[in-house]
């Protein structure tokens, strides 16, 4: 490794810092160091594990992608894959294998999401760490699901599950986007409340702090899932009364 060496050295202790007086889930810090230090493409995901909804993971199920793997599945980051673009990067359709997580070609698989982040962003940084740290844990049908991750040099890239339908806002604001009918809005409002009930009445209380129509996003049969854990937080824990919300 050349200039990311400096990087990865510096980011190692800033993640378990940052961690433990941010109020992240602490614990997974150093599971999650010790599989993206081993740079191996498994990175501990286990192919045939069965996960119920609604649970919090002791562990994170995550595939560690090569920077090579994201780069075929999203056939270069090409232009015409974008799906859209956020202040900490832009987001590509990529292919992989549905059993391994291979990236494939000739659009053929599962279809998913690539995020590729900002590297020059040290926020773009603690939002991605926080994405792994929540969404590698967290499992319910109304949050989006990570399948996995990239970390090489300064490339940091997350792979996410394939929403069809895009964001809530695109069918509220856009032009040209048909009516969402009364039945739809109310399914996907009951659909992110179930998503926020569940954060909050977890063991662990994770505080969302970024609701809004944009990270809202629907699958292909309008079912809402909550997206986007980069600001999230724990809530008080022990002695402690509060924390502060404000988002930096």
């Known amino acids: 490794m050349t200039s990311g060496t400096t990087m990865t050295s510096k980011t190692s202790d800033s993640i378990t810092t940052s961690l433990s007086t941010k109020g992240k889930l602490s614990s997974v810090g150093s599971s999650f160091m010790a599989s993206a230090g081993s740079r191996n493409t498994s990175g501990g995901f286990d192919e045939g594990a069965k996960y119920s909804d609604d649970q919090i993971l002791e562990a994170p199920n995550l595939r560690t992608f090569t ?14 894959s974008v799906l ?16 391994t997580m291979a990236p494939t070609k000739n659009d053929t698989g599962m ?26 844990r967290l499992s319910h049908p109304n949050l989006v699901k990570l399948l996995g991750y990239c970390w090489e040099d300064k490339e940091l890239l997350l792979v996410y599950e394939f929403m069809a339908k895009g964001s809530l806002e695109n069918h509220l604001f856009r032009r040209g986007c048909a009516p969402l009918s009364w039945e739809l809005r109310l399914k996907i409002a009951i659909g992110a409340a179930r998503g926020l009930a569940f954060l909050h009445a977890s063991e662990k209380q994770v505080i969302y702090r970024d609701f809004k129509a944009s990270n809202i996003l629907l699958d292909a049969n309008y079912n809402a899932k909550l997206s986007d854990f980069g600001p999230a937080k724990l809530g008080p824990t022990g002695s402690n009364s509060h924390i502060t919300t404000r988002v930096m």
Do not use: C, H
């Open 84 to 99: 859209g673009e956020g202040g900490f990067g832009r987001v590509y359709k990529g292919w992989v294998d549905e059993k």
């Open 111 to 136: 279809v998913v999401a690539v995020k590729k982040l900002n590297s020059e962003s040290m926020q773009g940084f603690e939002e991605w760490q926080s994405e792994i740290n929540f969404l590698g």
């Open 67 to 80: 920077f090579i793997e994201l780069k075929t599945a999203t056939k270069n980051f090409r232009p015409d």
